[in-house]
């Protein structure tokens, strides 16, 4: 048996929990990253009196970054490595944070906001695959489940923590803050986080098998003296490895649905994500209070993606997500009706967190098994990519949206039928299985 098998069919062992621990960690300081421009937004309006359209350029700033570092960035990682292009996007963030909060005008922040969101948007199609390469099958679902709890469950914290730094030392300080905390995880990845394995087996870099057997000593295994052979569907892979290969029969549909799907829900997510803060804090004129609501999304995203690998262990997990996407719909909805109530925005807004956050972590979950794993690096990337530069429009489009003669409860009810299609997409991705059955059981 080989290590990789190895660690699919046998129980979770201590490094296997803190490999995937590590990236948790990784994923909550994303979290933070992802959050530091909406949460100081408020802040950051009044500083330099900008007007909603223009802090809707802002907010989309990193999204649009993340968008193109997930196009273009992250199928690198199929060349140099999974652990080397994770060590590569944490020494870029680290630094573009810390510039962040030396930007003197808007368009200085939109540049090196959207330079950050670059890196930000490939190294998380890295982390998926490693996360799920180094769980076992049978708890591979709540792993990813707890992963993406990470993400907002650092955006949660980070509301915490930006609150008082707002308050006491201005906009910039959550940026250096966040650089910190950025070159301290980049230590940490150094000298803990291990290479893909499958990378390692198919890619054959040099030293190749020399690290395969230090990641089969540190898990417990015995070293092997020949690097295993790479499976045959890979392997017939190898030499067409590109885009072109997603866009053809029989991965074509199943990519299809999930960008479609993940787009759609990835601009919701970022819609009240990036508005929420702003829009209460100018209902209220309290601008914390905004802060306080948004940061309800980011606890009920560490619940819903919790909830999502729960749910996994009882049902598929397309199913699961579908589940989330429909009562994302309803909890816009009702958002929509009821938001101008402190009380229930508050409650309706955690549980917009479950959804939206809780399906984002399912869609990174169901995404590596798509793909072979060739394909993998590329198709997760690419799937993130086309999302995001999709989700480019939300807030900029609501900016407009609440400019002209749009309500927030209007952008809110538009959003939740952006996330009851993002619920079609997925019905279809789960039809292609069911097809493929059908047809294999009649073959």
């Not at 959550?174 to 198919?202: D, N």
């Not at 407009?400 to 927030?408: D, F």
Request: net charge positive; aromatic share 12%.
């Amino acid at each position: 048996m080989t290590l990789d098998e190895s660690i699919k069919n046998g129980p979770m062992r201590p490094a296997q929990i803190w490999i995937c621990l590590m990236c948790v960690l990784l994923a909550m300081i994303d979290g933070y990253e992802v959050v530091a421009m909406p949460f100081s937004m408020p802040t950051i309006a009044r500083a330099w009196n900008l007007p909603n359209s223009q802090v809707g350029y802002l907010l989309s700033a990193g999204i649009f970054g993340m968008a193109l570092g997930a196009l273009f960035v992250s199928p690198l990682a199929d060349k140099i490595g999974r652990r080397r292009h994770v060590l590569l996007c944490l020494a870029a963030i680290t630094t573009l944070m810390a510039v962040s909060g030396l930007c003197a005008s808007l368009w200085q922040l939109v540049a090196v906001r959207a330079a950050a969101g670059l890196f930000i948007g490939a190294m998380i199609s890295s982390l998926n695959i490693i996360v799920s390469e180094y769980s076992s099958d049978r708890r591979r679902g709540l792993v990813m489940g707890l992963y993406g709890a990470g993400l907002p469950m650092g955006s949660a914290l980070a509301g915490f923590a930006m609150a008082p730094m707002l308050k006491s030392f201005g906009w910039q300080a959550p940026f250096f803050f966040g650089s910190l905390l950025t070159g301290a995880m980049l230590l940490v990845v150094l000298f803990y986080l291990p290479e893909s394995i499958e990378y390692l087996v198919h890619r054959r870099p040099k030293d190749a098998l020399k690290t395969y057997n230090r990641i089969a000593a540190r898990m417990g295994y015995a070293p092997v003296d020949v690097l295993p052979q790479a499976r045959a569907s890979s392997e017939s892979l190898t030499k067409k490895s590109g885009v072109g290969e997603l866009l053809q029969p029989p991965l074509l549909a199943r990519t299809a649905f999930l960008w479609i799907g993940y787009a759609l829900l990835i601009s919701s997510f970022y819609f009240a994500n990036t508005w929420t803060a702003k829009i209460i804090s100018d209902a209220t004129g309290d601008a914390y209070l905004g802060v306080r609501i948004a940061m309800l999304i980011q606890f009920g995203g560490v619940l819903g993606a919790v909830l999502y690998g729960l749910l996994t262990l009882w049902i598929n997990g397309r199913l699961a997500t579908i589940l989330l996407l429909v009562l994302g719909g309803v909890a816009f909805t009702l958002y929509a009706q009821f938001s101008g109530v402190v009380s229930a925005a508050m409650m309706l807004a955690f549980v917009i967190g479950i959804c939206a956050n809780g399906g984002v972590a399912a869609f990174y979950a169901i995404s590596p098994t798509i793909y072979p794993t060739v394909l993998r690096g590329t198709g997760v990337g690419l799937m993130i990519g086309f999302g995001r530069g999709v989700a480019i429009l939300a807030p900029l489009l609501t900016g407009y949206m609440l400019s002209s003669y749009w309500t927030p409860f209007d952008a809110y009810r538009f959003f939740a039928i952006v996330m009851a299609l993002s619920a079609v997409a997925t019905v279809g991705l789960h039809m292609t299985y069911r097809n493929s059955r059908i047809s294999a059981a009649k073959a």
